[in-house]
């Protein structure tokens, strides 16, 4: 009976030795993660997502309170229209000053009898208005800087879905105060997805870059080709571990990051 069982084991660790693939096992990681921050210190208005949603590109993901903000945005765009309304004034109040002296000039040439002193008061005149159009014109140009300034903060208070994605974390509710760089919202793109597979280095020699495994998804009894898109060293020397990344297509299946998978390398004859 021992004989038997001890043959039954060297069959075994025989045909293991000899066999033609490696199977290994990894998880489904999403390669489009998106970690969403505040830029600006107040209260949460609106969250219009919840944990589990898909969200598409541009749809809103929550709202911070905008008074403080409404204030400086109208101010910024009130003082853009006044110095449009200055430059306006001083470029026809320069065009009415050109014309009298077209006029005076026009006198001048039929040797019509004309003080001299009215066309250099003239050209005083026109001088000092155009250097106040060009002042004007300068702070047009700034205050058009600070509105549009003024004008990207508003939009981060409304902050959108940068991609199409699955809500994963949410660190925020109506009420709360966020502060910059605080993360408040986390989204995982569920189309971009790639298997994260530990190896030891004794098995390097079966591995490269560009190899086309078999991916297997056993909770969705899901098989498919997949390709070896990156071999990675770990961070941590003492490991003795080696990280590959592999590529698949997940077809039409509900697949999530977080999901176990096995890999099958062919294995390379000696």
Same mark, same amino acid.
């Given at each position: 009976m021992k004989k038997l069982r001890f043959i039954t084991l060297f069959l075994l660790?025989?045909?293991?030795?000899?066999?033609?693939q490696i199977t290994l096992t990894g998880t489904v990681i999403s390669n489009g993660q998106k970690m969403i921050g505040s830029r600006y210190m107040g209260y949460i208005k609106k969250v219009f997502v919840e944990l589990g949603d898909f969200v598409e590109r541009e749809d809103d993901l929550y709202e911070m309170e905008s008074a403080e903000f409404d204030i400086m945005k109208s101010q910024a765009d009130l003082g853009l229209e006044q110095s449009k309304i200055v430059v306006e004034f001083w470029r026809k109040r320069l065009e009415v000053l050109q014309k009298r002296k077209e006029k005076l000039e026009a006198r001048s040439n039929s040797k019509m009898t004309m003080p001299?002193?009215?066309i250099g008061d003239l050209n005083t005149m026109a001088e000092n208005a155009e250097a106040m159009l060009e002042t004007s014109q300068v702070m047009v140009e700034q205050m058009s800087i600070k509105?549009?300034?003024l004008a990207t903060v508003f939009n981060y208070?409304?902050?959108?879905? $940068?991609?199409?994605?699955?809500?994963?974390?949410k660190n925020i509710k109506v009420g709360d105060m966020v502060m $910059?760089?605080?993360?408040?919202?986390?989204?995982?793109?569920?189309?971009?997805?790639?298997?994260?597979?530990s190896i030891s280095e004794g098995i390097m020699?079966?591995?490269?870059?560009?190899?086309?495994?078999?991916?297997?998804? $056993?909770s969705l009894e899901y098989r498919t080709?997949?390709?070896?898109?990156?071999?990675? $060293?770990d961070a941590n020397p003492m490991t003795h571990k080696i990280k590959i990344?592999?590529?698949f297509d997940k077809g039409d299946k509900n697949i999530f990051p977080g999901m176990y998978a096995k890999i099958d390398i062919n294995k390379m004859r000696d």
């Open positions: 660790i025989t045909l293991g030795l000899n066999a033609s001299m002193g009215d509105a549009k300034q208070l409304k902050m959108k879905a $940068p991609s199409d994605g699955v809500i994963v974390q $910059p760089g605080m993360l408040t919202i986390m989204m995982v793109d569920t189309e971009d997805l790639e298997i994260d597979v020699k079966h591995v490269h870059k560009g190899d086309t495994v078999q991916v297997t998804i $056993p080709t997949g390709k070896i898109k990156a071999v990675i $060293p990344r592999v590529t």
